[in-house]
């Protein structure tokens, strides 16, 4: 089993929807989560980091952590055409920083 | 100025060839990262630095040698790669923080193309 899962995609939802973009993971020594967004023939730039269970909120984004289901989330909301984008979820624990293979999300005008 | 600079952006090299990857951090972070990104496949770790110390070598195989000068730069040495080496290598870096986590800040990457 993959220490992290994320389904690539792609996702494509209409110009102001709300998406929701996940992730589960295996090992519980995970402690840090960390969502990225990246742009084509870009790096990647962090978008939101948390550490505890619940929700953190910025602007139109909100992540999310369960740590007894093992499972993150990122919450969109009023989405642009702009965040048309690579979103990848990662996770550290000990001094590694693991990530998923990313979801291709397309937000259609 | 950007947080994290690679040069170059794009580079062709032969199976022969020995070129060198930069990084550069002016964030004023203790850890600087290499990873290897292919399509369809997650980030992968090949190396982590640590106040100039190497901490972390995730398998991988002698032809990449990386190179930490400083806590700012951070090189990655390539001789006689193979094709399937061809992908976009991306340098990191982060200030280790026990009660912060280790979030990374990543540079644009250089697509790397062997023939």
């Known amino acids: 089993q993959k220490e992290v899962e994320q389904d690539p995609g792609p996702l494509s939802v209409p110009e102001g929807a709300i998406v929701s973009l996940n992730c589960t993971y295996s090992n519980s020594a995970f402690q840090y989560f960390m969502w990225y967004r990246q742009y084509s023939r870009k790096g990647p730039e962090l978008l939101m980091y948390?550490?505890?269970?619940g929700n953190k909120e910025d602007g139109r984004f909100t992540a999310q952590v369960d740590k007894s289901s093992k499972y993150i989330s990122l919450f969109i909301r009023d989405s642009q055409p702009s965040d048309s984008a690579t979103y990848l979820c990662?996770?550290?624990?000990?001094?590694?920083?693991?990530f998923g293979k990313g979801t291709r999300l397309h937000i259609l005008p | 100025e950007t947080g994290v600079t690679q040069t170059p952006r794009h580079l062709v090299m032969g199976m022969t060839n020995k070129k060198s990857l930069k990084c550069e951090q002016h964030l004023g972070h203790n850890a600087m990262y290499w990873y290897k990104q292919s399509a369809k496949k997650p980030l992968e770790l090949m190396f982590v630095?640590?106040?100039?110390?190497?901490?972390e070598n995730n398998s991988v195989p002698s032809r990449f040698s990386p190179e930490c000068p400083n806590s700012s730069h951070l090189f990655l040495h390539l001789h006689t790669l193979q094709p399937e080496d061809s992908a976009l290598y991306l340098c990191?870096?982060?200030?280790?923080?026990?009660?912060?986590?280790?979030?990374?800040?990543f540079g644009q990457g250089t697509r790397l193309t062997v023939v």
């Open positions: 990191a870096s982060s200030q280790r923080d026990r009660a912060r986590g280790t979030e990374a800040f």
């Open positions: 990662a996770m550290s624990r000990d001094d590694k920083i693991i």
């Open positions: 948390t550490y505890s269970s």
């Open positions: 630095y640590n106040f100039k110390e190497q901490t």
